[in-house]
């Protein structure tokens, strides 16, 4: 059982892997982050949903889940590894005073979590060479410290250079009747950096996508994406 992620399903050469770098909201006993219980089961501890979503595309033939298995708050794996973000001492509008930590303590925590959790993966993709990944994270309706923000997307569709995946996609989803979000509610431009490191700069290809938290809510919400990701997915994986 490795610290830094977990891997649902056998990886197949040619087949999806399913990326979920916030999956898990699990913070390690021996960090305190100081702070309230509850805000480990919020947005910003967690991609709410995405660990179930994954784990049903991980048991279809040829589709595995490699998902993260710490919370953001304690590194947030999908942010180089110097960024002000990676070791968060706020979100939205939450204090994380337990990563008030000095320079020592910031590459320790870097060494403990980013860095295996990344050589992990791409040892992963290097093994199984996937025809496509997924890389998949999940958006909550609404910031609590943007209340007055509308967030009407069901889905976003993130990428930055390679937009190949994302192009076909994206009137897949819409045609499935769910409202569609190119690089909303996010820019694959600005958040993009493990697809930067492990899709674009080696050359593969993946599909960035965002559902909304409130989507995946629940057992049958996460059955309906996990089918509708699995068609899309199909269609997209065998066009690339």
Same mark, same amino acid.
């Given at each position: 059982?490795?610290? #830094?992620? &977990?891997?649902? !399903?056998?990886?197949?050469?040619?087949?999806?892997?399913? *990326?979920?770098?916030?999956?898990?909201?699990?913070?390690?006993?021996?960090?305190? +982050?100081?702070?309230?219980?509850?805000?480990? #089961?919020?947005?910003? @501890? *967690?991609?709410?949903?995405?660990?179930?979503? !994954?784990?049903?595309?991980?048991?279809?033939?040829?589709?595995?889940?490699?998902?993260?298995?710490? $919370?953001?708050?304690?590194?947030?794996?999908?942010?180089?590894?110097?960024?002000?973000? #990676?070791?968060?001492?706020?979100?939205?509008?939450?204090?994380?005073?337990?990563?008030?930590?000095?320079?020592?303590?910031?590459?320790?925590?870097?060494?403990?979590?980013?860095?295996?959790?990344?050589?992990?993966?791409?040892?992963?993709? #290097?093994?199984?060479?996937?025809?496509?990944?997924?890389?998949?994270?999940?958006?909550?309706?609404?910031?609590?410290?943007?209340?007055?923000?509308?967030?009407? =997307?069901?889905?976003?569709?993130?990428?930055?250079?390679?937009?190949?995946?994302?192009?076909? @996609?994206?009137?897949?989803?819409?045609?499935?009747?769910?409202?569609?979000?190119?690089?909303?509610?996010?820019?694959?431009?600005?958040?993009?950096?493990?697809?930067?490191?492990?899709?674009?700069?080696?050359? &593969?290809?993946?599909?960035?996508?965002?559902?909304?938290?409130?989507?995946?809510?629940?057992?049958?919400?996460?059955?309906? =994406?996990?089918?509708? +990701?699995?068609?899309?997915?199909?269609?997209?994986? $065998?066009?690339?």
């Amino acid at each position: 059982m490795s610290e #830094t992620f &977990r891997l649902l !399903g056998t990886p197949a050469a040619g087949g999806v892997l399913v *990326i979920s770098d916030h999956a898990s909201n699990h913070v390690p006993p021996d960090i305190d +982050l100081g702070i309230a219980p509850q805000l480990l #089961t919020q947005h910003i @501890a *967690i991609d709410l949903g995405v660990a179930e979503v !994954g784990a049903l595309l991980a048991r279809e033939p040829g589709f595995a889940a490699f998902q993260c298995a710490f $919370s953001r708050l304690v590194c947030d794996v999908n942010r180089d590894e110097h960024a002000p973000g #990676t070791i968060p001492v706020a979100s939205d509008g939450h204090a994380i005073p337990g990563n008030a930590i000095d320079h020592a303590g910031h590459l320790a925590r870097l060494a403990r979590f980013h860095a295996p959790y990344h050589a992990a993966l791409e040892r992963t993709l #290097t093994e199984c060479e996937p025809g496509l990944i997924l890389s998949l994270h999940s958006f909550t309706p609404r910031l609590a410290s943007h209340p007055d923000e509308r967030r009407p =997307w069901q889905v976003g569709v993130l990428y930055n250079d390679d937009d190949h995946a994302a192009r076909i @996609a994206i009137p897949l989803l819409e045609a499935e009747g769910v409202v569609v979000g190119d690089q909303l509610p996010y820019s694959g431009k600005l958040l993009n950096y493990s697809m930067n490191r492990h899709a674009e700069g080696p050359g &593969r290809r993946y599909l960035g996508i965002e559902l909304r938290q409130d989507e995946i809510a629940d057992a049958a919400g996460q059955t309906r =994406w996990a089918e509708r +990701l699995l068609r899309v997915c199909r269609v997209v994986a $065998s066009a690339l």
